[in-house]
């Protein structure tokens, strides 16, 4: 335990939306008491509650960890406020004065952490951890000792003494064990035994493990060896002898077939490896064997093709040359039958002209026929035989001539020149259509030969003459088809063989290990190098586990110690201030250490030893409370650690006599350190004002909004 | 903290496993909050047992 630098203790408190109190407010403490009366609702309690906040946190208020139900559901901003919840508390500290301030923003989350800030005198400015570390050095407590010796409220106040646990807790305060008390609580929550378990749980497993390893080989030699049955194999092959045999027959066929499709070096396999490497080789042969086979099947695929397509390209120009030299033969017998097309586009265009002439001379013929058909219309309109209506001719004469000259117009040799030009220009059509027809056929067929001739000149090597280069060509072409052919067929025909052959060899060596393993797993666990393993781990966490535990039951005993040498002076203060809470008692209080199997806990007894607590009133329970609690606090002041009480209400049950002694026990306390209590208007209340002095303050709290505090 | 120089003192007095408690006390000197420490070393134990567990049936499996 840390002896206190210097006396920390309050002087001031300010007060700014925080519950009840809207707006800012202030309070200066007496030095040694300080009373706050007023009437239910009237905010004594929150003003309490203020102090225990700026010095202790949210904790105060935190359902999981006050121990009292109530507080969970405090609210600390005041619901009004329109600013952030401030509290500061002014200290007493060494070299002066210091000034400790808890602010919480208006829209804070329920989560977020305070602001803290502490000045110290020299304008030394502490924020956040730097004051909770300050706080520790000084030896202020935490808000388990807080609201069990420190504060005295009314939630919590009778558990002190009647809780086991709180009692223990308390009284191991007032003997200053609390550190020895935490930290064996510490170690024991840590659990050593959980390692104990965790190794046993493992063992155990281990144990179960090992019982089903003793029958799982067996059956797993039983089902091989059906395996190989069907196979028609023999279980005593897994010899080692044969398994060599096998081993040096896969690698001898394999070899060939590797170094046949070009599989790299690192896939073939050694021949020093042993079975169980050429097995794990195996598993992977096929795999790699087809991933080297499918470029070489492809190069088959294309070389077949190259194959076809020179064949196809070489018997079909012979053909083609027959052809053009047919049609150039047909051509040249229509040229020299019919001439030239240009002969025959000339001959054509001669007749064309002719035509176009003869057509000029049946058009002229025609317009004269009429005219004389007209003239002689004229001549029979006139019904005259002697004279030419028109003329002095004679019309018979005249119509004679004009009927003569009607049937020597030649229109019939027109028409039939006309025809014969014709058919002359028809038999020259067809003529020319046969040549520009032959023309093209001939054209046609030598194109095709020159493409076929190009493709064939394509495919052979440059230089090379077409009929040698094309039968040496497609001579290369098929020793090449027929090497590949073989490779493929031979690695095809090692796939097959090797599948049956490796799953052969795999199983016996399964075999083989599993009659290992049945040999071997019939022995003892501890004597596998790995159990060894696993022992020093144990061994290394027991060791764990015991100094846990040594360290917890030295605790226990420097505890044990300690209290044997200061219960006689926290027993002769407990009875000091019973007496003074409440005379009539008769009784003898003595601090009773009891050891149970895992902590020491502490009892109240009477002078005969008997448990006090199970046997006094309400009232003499609450003044036993209050006597531990004044007797705890003394003790903490006499080795110097900061010490201030807080009392809320602490009336309850005791009738007046108990009242006034509870005043004057106060009143003697705060001679040692300062009290600052809030109570309802009572005898006690009465008491204290009666015994004020000068250094103490009395103040009266009206429960208004905002709260108001006045002093007396 | 005092009680844990006395606890010093005594582990020395005892001269058993000295060296083990000692760094276990320093672990609760210097580690905050210590409990946790304690726990995670404590953790850590479990999965070296159970580490060393697995080895075993792997190779008995």
Redesign the interface.
């Known amino acids: 335990?840390?002896g206190a630098p210097f006396p920390v203790r309050p002087t001031c408190l300010e007060i700014e939306n925080f519950r009840g109190f809207r707006g800012a407010c202030s309070l200066d403490f007496g030095q040694d008491l300080t009373l706050l009366m007023g009437e239910c609702k009237a905010g004594k309690s929150s003003i309490l509650t203020a102090i225990e906040w700026c010095l202790l946190g949210t904790k105060i208020v935190s359902s999981t960890s006050t121990g009292i139900a109530e507080r969970g559901d405090w609210i600390l901003a005041n619901t009004m406020a329109t600013g952030e919840t401030r509290v500061t508390l002014t200290l007493v500290v060494e070299g002066g004065k210091g000034k400790l301030t808890r602010t919480r923003g208006l829209d804070a989350k329920r989560n977020a952490p305070d602001q803290l800030e502490l000045t110290l005198p020299g304008e030394q400015i502490l924020t956040g951890n730097e004051v909770e570390e300050w706080l520790e050095w000084t030896g202020m407590p935490n808000w388990d000792t807080w609201k069990q010796a420190f504060a005295q409220h009314q939630e919590s106040a009778r558990e002190r003494i009647t809780d086991q646990a709180d009692r223990s807790y308390l009284i191991a305060s007032m003997l200053g064990l609390s550190?020895?008390r935490d930290?064996s609580a510490?170690?024991k929550?840590?659990?050593?035994k959980?390692?104990e378990e965790?190794?046993q749980e493992?063992l155990q497993?281990?144990a179960e493990?090992?019982q089903r390893?003793r029958q799982?080989p067996q059956q797993e030699v039983n089902g091989i060896q059906a395996s190989l049955q069907r196979l028609n194999v023999s279980a005593t092959q897994a010899g080692d002898a044969e398994l060599e045999l096998r081993r040096k027959a896969l690698i001898a066929e394999a070899l060939p077939v590797g170094e046949a499709i070009g599989l790299p070096a690192e896939q073939l396999p050694h021949q020093d490896w042993s079975a169980s490497e050429v097995h794990t080789w195996g598993v992977d042969w096929r795999s790699q064997v087809d991933a080297h086979l499918t470029p070489l099947r492809q190069e088959l695929g294309d070389l077949e093709g190259r194959i076809r397509s020179l064949t196809a390209s070489h018997e079909a120009l012979n053909p083609k040359r027959v052809a053009l030299a047919d049609a150039r033969q047909q051509l040249e017998g229509l040229r020299s039958k019919h001439g030239s097309p240009q002969d025959l586009r000339a001959q054509r265009e001669t007749i064309a002209g002719e035509l176009n002439t003869l057509r000029e001379q049946r058009r002229e013929q025609g317009e004269l026929n009429n005219l004389l058909q007209e003239a002689l219309g004229v001549i029979k309109a006139g019904g005259r035989t002697d004279q030419c209506p028109v003329c002095t001719q004679d019309a018979g004469g005249l119509e004679q001539r004009l009927q003569e000259q009607l049937a020597s117009g030649g229109e019939d040799t027109i028409q039939n020149q006309l025809d014969q030009l014709a058919s002359r220009d028809g038999a020259l059509s067809s003529q020319l259509q046969q040549l520009e027809q032959a023309q093209a056929t001939f054209q046609g067929t030598e194109d095709s030969l020159a493409s076929l001739e190009k493709t064939l000149r394509g495919q052979l090597p440059p230089g090379t003459q077409e009929e040698a280069g094309v039968t040496e060509l497609l001579a290369a072409l098929l020793a090449q088809k027929v090497r590949l052919e073989k490779t493929i067929n031979l690695a095809d025909e090692n796939l097959a063989g090797m599948t049956g052959k490796l799953e052969v060899f795999g199983l016996l060596l399964n075999l083989r290990a599993a009659r290992e393993r049945a040999e071997h797993?019939a022995g003892d666990?501890s004597a596998?190098p790995?159990?060894a393993?696993?022992q020093?781990?144990?061994d290394?966490?027991a060791?764990?586990a015991?100094?846990?535990i040594?360290?917890e039951n030295?605790?226990r005993?420097?505890e044990e110690e300690q209290a044997a040498l200061q219960i006689q002076a926290v027993n002769q203060s407990i009875n000091h201030y019973m007496s003074m809470i409440s005379p009539g008692f008769e009784k003898v209080v003595s601090v009773h250490q009891k050891h149970t199997a895992t902590k020491l806990i502490y009892q109240l007894v009477d002078s005969e030893g008997e448990n006090l607590t199970g046997t006094l009133n309400q009232g003499a329970l609450n003044s036993l409370s209050l006597a531990t609690f004044f007797a705890g606090a003394q003790f903490r002041v006499s080795q110097g650690l900061p010490e201030f009480l807080v009392l809320d209400d602490p009336v309850q049950s005791l009738d007046q006599a108990h009242q006034e002694g509870l005043a004057r026990a106060v009143k003697e306390f705060s001679k040692l350190a300062p009290v600052i209590i809030a109570c309802l208007p009572s005898h006690f209340t009465k008491e204290l004002e009666r015994l004020k002095s000068p250094d103490d303050k009395l103040c009266r709290v009206h429960g208004s909004d905002p709260i108001q505090i006045e002093e007396i | 903290m005092r009680v844990l120089d006395e606890l010093e003192a005594i582990i020395r007095k005892r001269g058993v496993r000295v060296e083990e408690r000692l760094e276990l006390l320093n672990r609760l000197r210097k580690s905050d909050p210590s409990q946790e420490q304690l726990n995670q070393r404590l953790a850590e134990f479990k999965t070296a047992i159970q580490g060393a567990a697995r080895a075993i049936q792997k190779e008995i499996r």
């Not at chain 1, 929550?189 to 050593?192: D, G, Q």
């Open positions: 335990m840390i550190d020895y930290l510490m170690l929550k840590v659990k050593p959980d390692l965790c190794a493992t497993h281990l493990d090992q390893a799982t797993r666990l596998m790995q159990f393993a696993l020093d781990k144990i290394e966490a060791g764990f015991c100094d846990l040594a360290l030295m605790a005993e420097l």
